[in-house]
């Protein structure tokens, strides 16, 4: 089995934000990303959800996406941050879940995600947050599907709290088109 490797994640997230920031209507958009050019396709979008499918040469990754509704404190509002959903079925990577702040953040603290009464630790590197145990990631997702807000609090690399709250409607229906996309 392949190793679900933040620092992998973190590649590919830059490949998605890259496709996410040039993504828009139904029609595939491109992206520079190296020597190669990969394309975003919108599948789908429910509430503040969208699921998309791109190929990096070979690779395809499928996710659900969200941007921060909400961000404290008030200074950090000019740079959004995004929750990821995502599979690559090359990769054996099966709904990932990661966080993109925007902001650097402080790497030896413990970061939460809490949806209702759940709550999930999150590590750092640079400005990306997982799960602290990767094998938490259904459990997480299962929460994430029967919840209604999720609320991210993070410590910047400054060691300001931060905090992003996220809305979980549509996010089923969303997902659910992701997987499919990857089958």
Not at 78 to 85: A, P, R
Not at 156 to 177: C, E, F, H, I, M
Request: charge should be positive; aromatic fraction near 4%.
């Amino acid at each position: 089995m392949i190793s679900r490797s933040p620092f992998t994640a973190i590649r590919l997230s830059c490949v998605v934000l890259g496709l996410v920031a040039s993504a828009g209507g139904a029609q595939a958009q491109r992206a520079s990303a190296g020597a190669t050019q990969a394309q975003a396709l919108l599948l789908e979008t429910a509430g503040k959800w969208q699921a998309f499918s791109a190929q990096q040469d070979r690779v395809k990754i499928c996710y659900a996406l969200s941007r921060a509704e909400t961000r404290s404190p008030a200074n950090l509002r000019d740079v959004e941050g995004l929750l990821f959903i995502s599979s690559r079925p090359a990769q054996g990577v099966r709904n990932e879940i990661s966080l993109v702040m925007n902001f650097d953040l402080k790497e030896d603290v413990e970061h939460q995600a809490v949806i209702g009464e759940e709550k999930f630790a999150l590590i750092a590197k640079n400005r990306h947050m997982f799960l602290k145990n990767p094998a938490e990631e259904p459990r997480m997702l299962d929460s994430l599907r029967k919840g209604a807000t999720l609320d991210v609090r993070a410590t910047s690399a400054r060691g300001n709290p931060t905090s992003d709250k996220y809305s979980l409607a549509g996010l089923t229906q969303v997902v659910k088109r992701a997987e499919d996309a990857c089958k």
